[in-house]
């Protein structure tokens, strides 16, 4: 019942920055939680960062200080800022939300298409 839409991803040269953003549609009331995760290639899919519908947030130990998730409750978007970007950066990344409406018993996880996003040395 939500779609997730992402954009913002490319190539980018080690120390650049790129903004991915990812629009949501559906029943967005229903969001308890949006993130993002990576999956390098040949590598497992990894949390990345994510939000809460309260703003608390949680990111993995080698972003932290580089990469900035926020929450747009009015155009219902999330938007992962990523600054210092390295090589090891390198992955797909895809947009996440995980969703309760109130005849679930379950939440309901939602996945965006990926983007990729390639760090330069």
């Known amino acids: 019942q939500v779609q997730l839409v992402e954009s913002g991803g490319g190539l980018v040269q080690s120390g650049g920055s790129l903004r991915l953003s990812c629009a949501a549609s559906?029943?967005?009331?229903?969001?308890?939680?949006m993130g993002w995760y990576r999956q390098p290639a040949g590598k497992q899919r990894e949390l990345v960062a994510l939000i809460t519908s309260g703003g608390a947030t949680n990111y993995v130990d080698s972003v932290k200080g580089r990469f900035t998730i926020s929450r747009d409750s009015a155009k219902n978007t999330v938007d992962l800022q990523m600054d210092g970007l390295k090589p090891d950066d390198t992955a797909v990344y895809y947009c996440?939300?995980?969703?309760?409406?109130?005849?679930?018993?379950?939440?309901?996880?939602?996945w965006g298409q990926g983007t990729q996003v390639i760090v330069s040395s």
């Open positions: 559906g029943t967005v009331q229903g969001i308890v939680t």
């Open positions: 996440n939300a995980e969703v309760k409406l109130r005849f679930w018993t379950n939440l309901h996880t939602y």
